[in-house]
C-alpha cells in the first residue's frame, strides 16, 4: 500500500516535471497523423487511384484525438478522458477492421494508442485501457466464428478465421504487457533520478542556505553579524548615506548569570536581547543592528541627533521582558553605551569599532551605566597607557622604581611610630607618574606579581637603613595587591626572603583592602593567620571604601584598621561624621585592633580626632611621602 502510494506521488511529480516534455510529444504526434491524412488524399491531386476514406479518417481521427488531448489536459478529468480515448480508438479500429482486417494502419495505430497509454496515463489505468483495446481483435474473432461479420474476398482467408483473430488479440494483450512493464520501469527509474536530482538539489540549496546563514548572521541572537553588518554599512554609504551615528551596547552581568544559572540559560538571555533589539529597530529602516558576539551589540542609526539617541538609550529598558524580569535574574540587567558620530569621527569601520571599544573602556573603568561618546582625549590617554606598559616591563626587569616613605605619628606623643613605604616611578619622557595611572596599568597588564616582588624586596633591603634612621621600634608598611597576596606560596616567599635578609617579621605590617576578599575568603584567613604566627602584622586598608569591611573582621583576626580617607574629610564640620567615627574606633578597640587616620590635612581634623581612642594619623599635615635613599 505505501509502495502503491509512493509510485503514484512519483507519478504526480513525473508528470509535473515531464508536462511541457509530454505536451510537446503531443502536438509532434498530432502533426504527424495529419500529415499521414493528407497522404491518403493524394489520389485526388495526381487524378490516379482511389481515395482510402477509411485510413483517412482513422488518421485524422488519431490526429484529433492527440490534439484534444493537448488542448484539454487540465480541463477534463482524467477518468473521462481514459474513457474517451478507449473509446475513439475502439472505433478508430472497427474502421480499420472493416477496411484491413487490422492490417497496415489500424494494427499500427493500436499499437501506437496502446504505447500513448502508458506513457500520458498512470501505471493502472493505462494497463487496464491498453488490455480493453486489446480485447477489440478477439471480439471480431467472435463475430467471425458465428458469422457475424465477413471480410471482402480481396483481404483473405486469414481475415476470415477466427484463429488469426485471438493470436492478433493475445498478441496485443502480451504487446501491451511487456510495453507497459518496460515503459513503467524505465519511466519509475526515471522518475526516481529525477526526484533526486531535485531533492539533491534542495539539500544544496538548504545547505547553502544554512552555510550563508552561518556566514552572514550570528547563530545565537540570529541578527546580522559583523560582515553582514559592514557589508550592509557598505552599499548605504556608497548609494550616498554619509551620516549616522554608530553604538555599541554591552551588557553587564552576563558571566555572573552564567555562574548562578548556566550557559544555557545566559544564551537564551542574549537571544531575548538580541529579539528585543530587533523589534526596537523593526519599524525602523534607517536604524541596522548587529551582533559582534558574546555580549556586544552594534547599532548604525540615520536621521537622528545626540540629543535624541541620548534620550532614547535613557528610556530603553531591559527588563521589560518577562523572562529578564530582576526577580527571576536576581539583579536588574544593566548595559553600557559607547557612541561615535560617523564620518566625522572615524570615516573607516575599523575604525569606528576600535574608538567604539576605546570609549566602552572608559564607560567600564568609571561603571559608567549609560552612554559615552568617544572623544579624541581617550584615544591619546590609550596610546600613552600603551607606551606606559611597554616601559613598565622594563621598569620592572631593570629596577627603576623608587620607594617613597610617609610617617605615620602619634598625635599625643607627636612621634613618629610608623611608615608606609609608597612606590614612585618618573619616566622621561613623561616625568613622575602618579600610582594612580601606573598601578591599574600594571594590574591590567599581570605584571602585578613580578612588580609587587620587586617593591617588596626593595622596602625589605632597607629597612636597616630605616631603622638606623627611626629607630628599632619603628615599623613599616606595605601594600600587597590582592593578585599578589594569593599569589601560591606567598608566605613562604616572604619569610624565606626575610631570613636571606636578616630582617625581624615584626618589623613589617602588610595593608591590604577589601578588593583581596572577593569569593577567597577561607583561603585569605590562612594566609593571614600564618602570617601573624610568623610575626608579621595585617591592617585592613581603606576601611569603610567599600561594603563588606564588617563581615570581613568578623572572620579573619587583623592588627590594625586604616581608616578610609572619606570618612575624614568632614569630621570636623559634621556632627555625624564624627560620630560614625567614634563608632568605628570604638569597634577597633573591643576587637583589640590599632586605628589609623589617614589622609589628614587640616588642624581641625586633628581637634577632633583627640577626642577620639584613634591617636596614630599619617597625611600631608605632617608629612609627604619621600623619598629617602635614591
Known amino acids: 500500500m505505501i509502495t502503491d502510494k509512493r509510485n503514484y506521488v512519483y ?25 499521414a491524412a493528407t497522404l491518403h488524399l493524394t489520389p485526388y491531386f495526381t487524378k490516379s487511384g482511389e481515395i482510402d476514406f477509411i485510413f483517412f479518417i482513422v488518421n485524422l481521427g488519431i490526429s484529433v484525438l492527440f490534439l484534444l488531448e493537448y488542448l484539454l489536459k487540465n480541463k477534463v478529468p482524467l477518468i473521462f478522458r481514459v474513457f474517451t480515448l478507449i473509446g475513439t480508438a475502439i472505433f478508430i479500429s472497427v474502421l480499420s477492421f472493416f477496411r484491413s482486417g487490422l492490417l497496415g494502419t489500424g494494427e499500427i495505430s493500436l499499437a501506437f494508442i496502446i504505447i500513448s497509454f502508458f506513457v500520458f496515463l498512470p501505471p493502472i489505468p493505462s494497463l487496464i485501457s491498453a488490455i480493453l483495446i486489446s480485447i477489440v481483435p478477439a471480439v471480431f474473432g467472435i463475430c467471425v466464428y458465428f458469422s457475424l461479420l465477413f471480410f471482402p474476398e480481396e483481404l483473405g482467408i486469414r481475415n476470415q478465421s477466427p484463429r488469426e483473430w485471438y493470436f492478433k488479440s493475445v498478441s496485443l494483450i502480451i504487446f501491451s504487457i511487456l510495453s507497459g512493464f518496460l515503459i513503467q520501469r524505465l519511466r519509475a527509474k526515471l522518475i526516481k533520478n529525477i526526484i533526486y536530482l531535485k531533492e539533491s538539489r534542495a539539500k544544496i540549496l538548504k545547505s547553502n542556505q544554512h552555510i550563508d546563514k552561518l556566514a552572514f548572521y550570528d547563530s545565537l541572537t540570529q541578527l546580522p553579524n559583523r560582515y553582514l553588518f559592514e557589508t550592509s554599512i557598505h552599499n548605504r554609504i556608497s548609494k550616498g548615506q554619509k551620516d549616522a551615528f554608530v553604538l555599541l551596547i554591552n551588557i553587564k552581568g552576563i558571566k555572573v548569570i552564567n555562574a548562578l544559572h548556566g550557559i544555557g540559560f545566559g544564551d537564551q538571555i542574549l537571544a531575548l536581547i538580541g529579539n528585543i533589539l530587533k523589534q526596537y529597530s523593526s519599524e525602523r529602516p534607517d536604524i541596522l543592528i548587529a551582533s559582534l558576539g558574546g555580549d556586544e551589540f552594534i547599532l548604525w542609526i540615520e536621521n537622528s541627533s545626540r540629543p535624541r539617541i541620548e534620550d532614547a538609550i535613557i528610556k530603553f529598558d531591559l527588563n521589560n521582558n518577562q523572562t529578564l524580569t530582576p526577580d527571576r535574574l536576581g539583579h536588574r540587567l544593566q548595559y553600557r553605551v559607547s557612541g561615535i558620530h560617523f564620518p566625522t569621527e572615524a570615516n573607516d569601520l575599523d575604525e569606528v569599532i576600535r574608538k567604539l571599544s576605546i570609549a566602552m573602556n572608559v564607560a567600564r573603568e568609571n561603571s559608567i551605566n549609560h552612554l559615552v561618546w568617544f572623544e579624541p582625549e581617550m584615544e591619546k590617554k590609550i596610546e600613552r597607557e600603551q607606551k606606559l606598559k611597554n616601559q613598565l616591563e622594563k621598569a620592572i626587569e631593570s629596577n627603576e622604581f623608587k620607594i617613597a616613605y610617609q610617617e605615620k605619628v602619634d598625635i599625643k606623643t607627636q612621634t613618629v611610630v610608623g611608615l608606609e613605604a609608597l612606590a614612585r616611578w618618573s619616566v622621561n619622557d613623561y616625568g613622575d607618574i602618579s600610582p594612580e595611572e601606573f598601578i591599574p596599568i600594571i594590574t591590567k597588564s599581570e605584571l602585578i606579581v613580578p612588580f609587587g616582588k620587586n617593591i617588596f624586596q626593595k622596602v625589605v633591603n632597607q629597612i636597616p637603613k630605616l631603622l638606623t634612621s627611626y629607630g628599632n621600634e619603628i615599623k613599616i608598611s606595605i601594600n600587597i595587591s590582592p593578585i599578589f597576596f594569593l599569589y601560591p606560596n606567598f608566605n613562604e616567599y616572604v619569610i624565606e626572603y626575610l631570613k636571606e635578609q636578616s630582617i625581624d617579621p615584626k618589623v613589617l605590617i602588610f595593608e591590604i583592602t577589601e578588593d583581596v576578599f572577593i569569593d577567597e575568603i577561607e583561603t585569605i584567613q590562612k594566609i593571614v593567620s600564618s602570617l601573624r604566627s610568623n610575626g608579621i602584622s595585617v591592617s585592613l586598608d581603606d576601611f569603610g571604601k567599600g561594603y ?8 579573619i583576626q587583623f592588627d590594625e584598621l ?14 555625624r561624621n564624627f560620630l560614625l567615627l567614634e563608632s568605628i574606633c570604638h569597634l577597633a578597640d573591643s576587637l583589640g585592633l590599632k586605628t589609623i587616620a589617614e589622609g589628614i590635612e587640616r588642624e581641625e581634623q586633628i581637634h577632633r580626632l583627640k577626642k577620639t581612642s584613634c591617636h596614630i594619623v599619617q597625611g600631608y599635615l605632617y608629612s609627604k611621602p619621600m623619598i629617602l635613599f635614591e
Open 11 to 35: 507519478w504526480l511529480k513525473f508528470r509535473k516535471d515531464t508536462g511541457p516534455l509530454l505536451r510537446s510529444f503531443l502536438i509532434a504526434a498530432s502533426g504527424l497523423f495529419l500529415v
Open 562 to 575: 586604616k581608616i578610609d580617607k572619606s570618612f575624614l574629610d568632614d569630621i570636623a564640620i559634621s556632627d
Open 548 to 555: 563588606s569591611s564588617l563581615h570581613y573582621m568578623q572572620k
